[in-house]
Structures are given as C-alpha cells and as structure tokens.
C-alpha cells in the first residue's frame, strides 16, 4: 500500500496518544466514567486505525502476540482478581497503598480485575478487525 | 465453603482459558480439558453430598448483601443439575477424544465446551434473575460458535435459524425484565418471589403477570416447547455428534430448569396459568412423538424425541405437587443421560456405516454386537421399559397424572410412551438387524472401539439410575419439597430479613 507523509506522521503520535488516554481511562474507571471495556476499546482502535492503513501485518506486529493470547492473559488476570482473598467469598476487593513519599498510590483487585477486562476487551476487538482485514486482503487479491 | 459454589463457575472458566493458551499443542489442551471436567465432576459430588446436608447454599459474590448484590444459590435442584450436566460432558468429552473426526482436533472445541459448560453452571446456581440472561447468552455464543465448527453449509443453515430464533427468545426475556425490574425494583430472585407474592395477596398482579407470560414464552423457545420448537430439528442433526450429544444434554435442559424457577420461586401462586403449561406439555409430547415417527434420519429422529420428552416434564412441572416435580426432575436427569448416549451411540453406528439416513444403514448387530446392546439400553430406557432410568421417570409422571386425575394427560404420556417405542424400533431395525445395503461395506471398528468406552459408561449410569431408582428418587422428592415450598429459599437468600 502506497503511504502518505500525513497519514505516516499522524498515525505515528495518534497510537501513541490513544494508548495514553485508553491508560488513563482504565485508571479513572474506578469511580469515574471510564474503566476496563472502554479504556480496551480505545486501544483496540489503534489498532484498528493501523490495520486500516497499513494493513493486518501491520496491525499483529503492533499487538505483537496473537488476539488470543491476550483473551486468555486477560481472562487469567480477571479470575486472580477475584481469588486474591481465598478465605473470602469470590471477588471480595483488597485494597493497598502505596506510599511513595510525594503521593500515595491505591491497588486493589477491583483494578487487577479492570486490567484483565481491558486486555481481553483489546484482544477480542482487534481479532475482530484482524480477521476481516485478512479476509478483505484475500478477496481483492483473488480478484 | 461458600467458596464452593463459585467453583461450577471458576473451573471451566480456568480450564477453557488454559484450552485457548494451549491452543497449538492439540495433546496438552486435551489433558487440560478432561482434567477440568473431571475436577467439575468431583465438584459436582461434593456439592450435592452439601446440599444434602444443609438444604442450601448460598454465596454473597464480592460480600455485597442480597438482594443488592449477586448471589449464587445451590439448592437440591442446581446440585442435581450439576452432576449431570458434569457426567454428560465429561463423557462427551472423552468420546470426542477418542474420535478421528475433525473436531475433536479443532483448537477451538474444547474452550467452546468449557465455556459452554460455564454458562449452564451459572444458570442453575444463580439467584439473579439477570445473570440468568447472562448465562444464556454465554451458552448461546459458545454453542454457536460449536454448531458451526467445521463449517459446512448445513451447519450454517442450522446455525442461523437457531441463532435467530434464541436471539429473539433472549429479546423477550430482555423486555421480561425490564419490565419487572421496573415494576418491583429487583431483580434477586428471592427478592421478587417475596413481592410477586404480596401482589398476588394484593390482586394487583397484572405487571407481574406480563413479564411472567413474557418469561414464559422466552424460556419455552429455549426448551423447545409446543408451539417454539421448529428451531430444534432444524439444527440439532447438523453438528458432529459429540455437540448434538452436549446440546441435547445441556440447551434444552436448561431451559426447562428455568421454567421450573419461574413457575415455584420467581412466579409463585397463580401467576402462570396451570391450564395452559399442562396443554402446551401434553401438545409437545404427542408433536414430538409424531415429528420423529415421520422421519427416516437417525438424528433427526432423536431431535424430535427430546421435544417429545420435554414434553414429559413440562406436564410434571405444571402439575407442581412434590411428587410431579420429583419426576420431572429424575426425568431431567434420566433425559440427559439417555438422549446424550443415543446421540453418541448414533454417531458412532453413522461413522461406520457411512450414513444416517435408514435406508442406507443396516449390518451393525452381526458385526458390533456390544454396540447394539448399548443402543438397545438406551433406547428401551427412553421408552420406559423397567428396570431402565426411563421406566422410574415415566412411571412416577404418570403417578403423579393419576394423583392429581388428569385422566386425559396420563393417556397422552402412556400413547407418547409406546410410539417412542416404535421409532426407537424403526432405527433398531434399520441400523442394527436388517443388513447392509451395501454387501462390500466394511464394517469394522477398527480404530473407533476406542468410542464404546464412553458410550458403555453412560448405559452403566442408565442402569444405575434405574436399579437405584428408590433411594434416588427420594433424593428428587426432597428437591420437589424444596420447590414447594420456596420459603426455605427465600429464607436462605434474604436471611432473617424476611
């Protein structure tokens, strides 16, 4: 495919800009609008704007393991979340601080549970688009 | 241990996930699937051996209190529900490791299977009416994605209509709640039993009423109920027949397990018209029996004979005195057993004559004699015959016929009973007795002997379930006492609120 200069500079600091702000999404999400699904999305249309334009290749090599793989990675996360406390009934919520002198940093499972929906929210999105742009990509080539 | 209940969850989760990271390495992801089932299976054991003891569990899920949080509950029934639903998969399971047919090799079944077993697990332990919808769509993607595995056209056709129609069913019961949600502002089981009933005491039932009919129609189309049913046959001989054997063990049954919530817990009292389950149950029985007697498919066959005998149940349901729900409930158990068996044992005979269509099958009794004897305890064990699973299931529905005086339905159960001989007979003496029109064919196992072994479990079971038929089905009458009376659930939901 046949690249442009404003298409190369642009992409180059919109991924970058979207992996940024899907972070941050995930990090507000705990009492704030946002969270896991919606930060996972925004980082799946990176992906989406890279395969639209440079094609699926170069959308795997950005996600650099398969869809999958971060399905399954996510779904491990979200199910440690909830057997953190195994005394406790399923997806009872611990919390930490972390005191770094200048902030105080709070973990909890809630967030480790969040990042698990976030990752698999990437993954299953971006097999979607990685899929079809195969597909697409066969089809024009067969014609 | 209320982490026990979290567990029919957890496991398949944890072992459809390891399925997908093992994806390329067919032989690891096998072991990690039947090591998951089998721990489901010994899960399954456990949680009735508790339930046995305490009547109910309950877990408050993240210790959020009900009727504010999610709640899972085992009573008698889920527990029941459970195991069988274990035992049916773990067979399926191991006969579809012992197969050569492409989707035992597919990276994708084993995770679709687990995730499917997932979503039934959550049905039946759930307290909440809306991760009860949850789990429904859970099971509807994975056995989606299962019925169109190998990706034939027929598949496909099957898959569509059957997507559509429990899409719309799901629809239905999406409005159902929304309706009852706003209505009575919970959506805790036990919580909208309480005020389901206060409204009866009030005759202000009408809301109610309509999101109760609206669950009603959604739960039937899953069941595969009289008027819904065209879905079933359309679909269930399309697959390979370890996930014709699941979906008939596990789909319809769940469906049915809903409706049995709906009509003791969720909508007690007269909310549902009685009249109108036992007509729809004793039309589902005689169209079913009818639908099979006409086709000339072993499948197909079988595809109807399920929506015949949820016909038995639905009238076992309807009737609702512990002794009719006893009976449903062992019908449920005995259903998923032999209808399960029948699907693998036709696979296997279709595998090695080389069709299911009758006229071109024929020669498998002198050649796999065991196989026949495995069939013949199936299928008799469907018609009813003693000492069979089947002769306890139709004989207490037909007592508690009799003890409620529906004269009219008894002889609809003992008519359905005798033509489910005759097709079970057709397919004998098609597959088994008459000879293989084809005189060259090779009928050896060869490899497939492997197959009888699970096959030869689930008749094992069927006779268990029929020489230990007393002391089991005890154990149903009690979970049919639980249903009726669903203050003891009540009570172990909401504590001492109530």
Redesign the interface.
Known sequence: MKSSPILDITLRWLVVLLGIVSFFLLLRGHDEPGGGFSGGLLAASAIIITTIAYGADAGRKLLHFQP??Y???G??LS?LA??FQ?D??????IWVELSLGFTIIKLGTPLLFDLGVYIVVLGVVSSFVLEIESIVKIKKEGL | MSNLLTLPLLVPLISATFGILARQHANVQRWISLAGISVYLAIGFILISHVLDQSYLTAQVGGWQAPYGITLVADLLSAIMILFTGLIVFSVLLYSLMTSKPCGFSPAFHPLVHFLLMGASGAFLTGDIFNLYVCFEIMLMSSFALMTLEGKAEQTEGAVKYVVLNLLSSAIFLAGLGLLYAKVGSLNMADISVISQQAVADEKVGPIRLAGLLFFVSFSVKAGMFPFFFWLPASYHTPSPPVSALFSGILTKVGVYALIRLHTLVMPGEVLGYKLLLTMGVATMLIGVFGAASQMHIRRILSFHIISQIGYIVVGIAIKTPLALASAIFFIGHNIISKGNLFLVAGLASDIVGSEKLHKTGGMWKAWPQLGIIYLISAFSLAGFPPLSGFVAKFSIVWATVESQLWWVMAAAIFTGLFTLYSMMKIWVEVFWKDHPDPDRDLTLGKNSRRLMPVSLLAGIIIFLGLGGGPLFDICLRAGEQLVNPAGYIQAVLGEIT
């Open positions: 999958l793989s399905i399954a990675v779904l491990i199910v909830g057997l195994w406790a009934v399923f997806m009872s919520s």
